[in-house]
Nanobody, 123 residues
């Protein structure tokens, strides 16, 4: 499985972006999916995760109420809608496919990673 993340860019604080992650194979419809991010000098951190059917989600406290993860299995695509962006959201965002079908919040539970897309929020 190959994952291709896109949609990053430069936005002012308070603005919005929608990230997309296209999967190369339909098999990801049987896997939980997630978004992580890594800021310069910091460790990769969990952002959001979604179950294989899309009926269960989990968002990190730092993004809860501002970010929404979703998926379209017919299009093999994962999304992250990001609203009310803050400068501290600046990071490279990675999408990933989990080893199992359910929600996973730690990086070691993910088997396949996309290349990352840069999100920069200016103050």
């Amino acid at each position: 499985v190959q994952l291709q993340a896109s949609g990053g860019g430069l936005v002012q604080a308070g603005g919005s972006l929608r990230l997309s992650c296209a999967a190369s194979k339909r098999t990801t419809s049987n896997n939980g999916m997630g978004w992580f991010r890594q800021a310069p000098g910091k460790e990769r951190e969990f952002v959001a995760a979604i179950s294989w059917r899309g009926d269960s989600t989990n968002h990190a406290d730092s993004v809860k109420g501002r970010f929404t993860i979703s998926r379209d299995n017919a299009r093999n695509t994962l999304y992250l809608q990001m609203n009310s962006l803050k400068p501290e959201d600046t990071a490279v965002y990675y999408c990933a496919a989990a080893r199992g079908a359910w929600i996973a919040t730690t990086a070691r539970d993910y088997a396949c990673w996309g290349q990352g897309t840069q999100v920069t929020v200016s103050s």
